[in-house]
């Protein structure tokens, strides 16, 4: 993946462009005439079995984890931004990662693993006082302080991911690393880009 030009990373006009960018690539065909590929692993859970090897599992565990503090961050602020484009990137995070969170669900609890992610800390990982300052930030701060607090946690998603991508046993578990891994570092660059 190439690096978003320093220009698009400083100039709030590209935020929408890049976003609507982001929100149109999976739903891309290969053109005029051309069937439209099939859908990723992610979006088709039940159809496609996914055998879980090495450390699949507990990754899938720490990202179900981490995807449902990101929803529950994304519920806090809801009804509360100001920023349009910023309640429009959220709305794609919720779409977006509600649907990665059926997927791992499935595939952990196929492979008779729970599927709750349970207690997940870890640097960058938004906890209860990163709740506690969105939940107690005043109406106009709380663009500024969500952009702070899920940028960061964004950022550790994509970490974890390109971690994963090295070590990871299933193909598909790997896709979907790979996934998140391209969406939460886009997601981190518009979110620092207010």
């Not at 051309?34 to 565990?61: I, R």
């Amino acid at each position: 993946m190439r690096p978003v030009p320093r220009a698009c990373r400083t100039r709030r006009p590209h935020l929408g462009a890049l976003l609507a960018v982001l929100l149109l690539a999976g739903g891309c065909t290969g053109g005029p005439g051309t069937a439209a590929p099939a859908p990723p692993p992610a979006n088709t859970p039940a159809s496609t079995p996914v055998s879980l090897a090495g450390v699949d599992a507990p990754f899938l565990t720490a990202m179900v984890a981490h995807t449902e503090r990101t929803l529950e961050i994304v519920r806090l602020v809801e009804g509360r931004l100001t920023d349009a484009q910023l309640r429009t990137l959220l709305d794609a995070i919720e779409a977006t990662e509600s649907d990665e969170l059926r997927t791992m669900r499935t595939w952990l609890r196929d492979a008779g693993r729970p599927t709750s992610g349970g207690a997940h800390d870890h640097a960058g990982h938004a906890g209860a006082d990163d709740l506690a300052r969105l939940r107690a930030a005043a109406p106009a701060d709380v663009d500024r302080e969500l952009r702070a607090v899920l940028g960061a946690h964004q950022r550790a998603a994509a970490d974890l991911a390109h971690a994963h991508l090295t070590v990871g046993g299933s193909a598909s578990v790997r896709e979907l690393a790979e996934r998140v891994a391209r969406s939460r570092t886009a997601q981190t660059a518009l979110l620092t880009d207010g």
